[in-house]
């Protein structure tokens, strides 16, 4: 099956810092969703992004579909940013929403 | 405007015995899908449903079961329950294909 792999594992950011997280697949896809769980366990998705740019404040997310990688930027990072950044893939020709996580991206922001 | 929301939040459960997780959303979504999240892994798909009646298998199914009577629930069934099943469980839900998944706040649950 497809292999969803994220990048860096950790990242430590002092607060106002940016960052990019990397999120590279196996396959083709037409679905990529980037998700946000914060230190209380809640899950909120970031963006819907099978392929192109998209911004909300001040994230934005870019999926190359052809080369099979996507990039979360964060600018201006702060403390509530911190927790842990999935990014999930459904593989091409699926039609069910099904998605396979990558392993996240820790990341703490520090004041 | 609760989006999806899961019952019990935490459980604790002794081997072999049986419960069942319920999950409501009230966004009218037709997809719910049923994860589990294990330290250090991101979340791998249990069971998912794409409508009302519909129920179909993930990467990791076994040991579980699901029924998908009304559009507005998912449930998720441990029918005897065991050790590895110890996780936390979320449970999603989307409009159609190609939409966001939105999740809820996950069931903390432990197997003894």
């Known amino acids: 099956g497809i292999q969803v792999e994220q990048s860096p594992p950790d990242l430590i950011l002092q607060e106002g810092a940016n960052s990019t997280l990397r999120c590279n697949f196996s396959?083709?896809?037409?679905?990529l969703q980037w998700f946000h769980q914060n230190p209380w366990g809640q899950l909120i998705n970031l963006f819907y992004?099978?392929?192109g740019t998209k911004q909300n404040g001040r994230l934005s997310a870019t999926t190359v579909a052809t080369e099979r990688y996507s990039l979360l930027y964060i600018s201006s990072s702060q403390t509530t940013d911190s927790g842990v950044y999935f990014c999930?893939?459904?593989?091409?020709?699926?039609?069910?929403?099904?998605?396979?996580f990558g392993t996240g991206t820790l990341l703490a922001v520090q004041p | 405007n609760a989006g999806v929301t899961q019952t019990p939040k935490f459980r604790v459960l002794k081997t072999g015995q049986s419960m069942t997780l319920l999950c409501a959303q009230d966004?009218?979504?037709?997809?719910m899908y049923w994860y589990r999240q294990d330290p250090g892994m991101g979340l791998r798909l249990i069971h998912y449903?794409?409508?009302?009646?519909?129920?179909a298998k993930g990467e990791v199914p076994d040991g579980y079961n699901v029924s998908r009577l009304k559009k507005q629930n998912f449930l998720l069934g441990l029918e005897s329950a065991a050790p590895s099943q110890t996780s936390v469980y979320f449970c999603?839900?989307?409009?159609?294909?190609?939409?966001?998944?939105?999740f809820g706040d996950g069931t903390r649950l432990s197997i003894l």
């Open positions: 966004m009218n979504h037709e997809y």
């Open positions: 992004i099978p392929s």
């Open positions: 999603a839900s989307s409009d159609s294909s190609w939409q966001p998944q939105h």
């Open positions: 449903s794409v409508g009302e009646g519909t129920t």
């Open positions: 999930a893939v459904e593989q091409y020709g699926g039609a069910t929403n099904k998605l396979i």
């Open positions: 396959d083709s896809v037409n679905n």
